[in-house]
């Protein structure tokens, strides 16, 4: 059995390694894993355990230099290159930062089609294992595969302790979002009782590994010898912390409140699945303007980002006399709020399933029309939240939606966990689908 995995940090270098583990004990296959990182931090966690690791995005980098100018003429004749629609996969990280120069993600994404070509072409791996679904090096390695028939199985955090695991995508890609979620096996039952919020042990995370991503994005972000996919991430926080907006608690509100959920401004959730809006300004701004009367609008800001977003937004918030509660638990606030607005956030589901009535702005795995509100068109927001005043959640659906979902794509278990779970489940569908 050949494995083939990308992932990003040390600690998904970590999870994947995990897989191996349980491969070799439980496979009566040879087992051939490698494991290619898109950070520094997961290229060294591997390499120190004296297991297969490179570190694939300064090696796209390397040959993108090294053939730059056979690539330019590709990229001035031709938008697809090896049956590969290039063009369509630097779209995330053109939308992450308009200072990415286009023409040196389009050299990075050739580079990368070669380096998989030959990959799957010297040996055809079984198995495709992606940390995510977005990213250029995860969607031209996933384009290469597909092309190659090879099995891909897309990995991500899941809610409530788990690891969602599955083979169409995460977010919004997943399967479940495009199958009858309502219609579930016979043998499902016993999936009924799994427990919410399923708090376990984290993994600690060496300040060496995190130090490393952090120094070399400080050392080479603004230089033109950094991979351009690596530049303008999440490494490090680049956001002047603000002075501290008023945070007041929930339980101080009287009137019936409409919980608006934020969330990372720059993740694939706003830049590929948020149709409607693109900016979490607009996104308050056209709720709180469409909100029925009698309802008091709350904002809940991500834990990452707390006092981080847009000035526009906090002056808005602030002139309108909006209020935010980052301080009550995010299970307290669900129970206090009689509607919860969110945009795609993990936060919906986690909501919908402690039976609350949620307004989905965007495009989430969870936005079946039996179990919330889902926006369709961006005008009819006002008619919607009208009609979430009065909604009344289908308890019996949730429910079923809840066992559909365990049993499709979401494992027990968490990808930092101390003790991992996931991983083994994962390595034993590995080896029953040989």
């Known amino acids: 059995m050949t494995v083939i995995c990308i992932g990003y940090f040390d600690k998904f270098s970590r999870f994947f390694l995990d897989i191996e583990k349980h491969l070799k004990v439980n496979s009566k296959a040879s087992i051939q894993y490698k494991i290619y990182s898109i950070h520094l931090s997961g290229f060294l966690y591997t390499l120190f355990r004296l297991k297969f690791s490179s570190w694939i995005a300064l090696k796209a980098w390397f040959l993108a230099q090294r053939k730059k100018k056979t690539y330019k003429k590709i990229i001035s004749s031709s938008e697809i290159y090896n049956e590969v629609a290039y063009i369509d996969c630097v779209q995330f990280h053109k939308a992450l930062n308009s200072k990415i120069s286009n023409t040196s993600l389009k ?18 791996p079984n198995y495709l294992l ?60 016993k999936y009924n009782d799994k427990p919410l919020n399923n708090f376990a042990k984290k ?28 530049k303008f991430t999440d490494i490090v926080q680049r956001s002047r912390k603000r002075n501290k907006n008023s945070s007041k608690a929930l339980k101080n509100t009287l009137q019936p409140i409409a919980l608006l959920v934020l969330q990372v401004p720059l993740d694939v959730n706003m830049i590929y699945h948020s149709p409607h809006f693109k900016s979490h300004t607009e996104i308050v ?17 991500h834990p990452l980002y707390i006092n981080k977003y847009d000035n526009d937004l906090y002056e808005f918030i602030k002139s309108n006399n909006i209020l935010i509660d980052n301080s009550t638990p995010l299970n307290l606030a669900l129970k206090k709020s009689n509607i919860v607005i969110v945009n795609n956030s993990t936060v919906g589901i986690e909501a919908i399933l402690n039976y609350k009535t949620v307004v989905v702005l965007g495009n989430a795995f969870y936005d079946n029309n039996a179990i919330c509100l889902k926006l369709e068109d961006k005008k009819e927001l006002s008619q919607i939240l009208e009609n979430a005043v009065d909604y009344k959640p289908n308890k019996l659906k949730i429910d079923t939606f809840k066992v559909a979902l365990f049993n499709s ?3 027990q278990g968490a990808i930092t966990d101390s003790t991992l779970t996931s991983s083994k489940t994962i390595a034993n569908h590995l080896i029953q689908n040989l």
């Open 130 to 189: 992606t940390l995510g679904d977005s990213r250029l090096c995860v969607e031209i390695a996933v384009a290469v595969a597909k092309k190659h028939n090879i099995k891909v199985y897309y990995i991500e955090q899941g809610p409530f302790n788990t690891t969602f695991f599955d083979d169409e995508g995460v977010n919004a890609n997943l399967s479940i979002r495009n199958k009858s979620a309502l219609n579930v096996p016979n043998n499902a039952e």
């Open 107 to 124: 050299l990075q994404a050739l580079a990368y089609i070669d380096i998989f070509e030959k990959r799957f072409t010297k040996q055809t």
């Open 203 to 230: 993994y600690n995370r060496s300040p060496f590994y995190r130090g490393m991503d952090v120094l070399f994005s400080i050392l080479f972000e603004k230089t033109t010898i950094c991979p351009p996919d690596l």
């Open 409 to 411: 794509v979401l494992l």
């Open 285 to 301: 701004k056209s709720v709180y303007n469409n909100l029925p009367k009698g309802l008091k609008l709350v904002i809940r800001e």
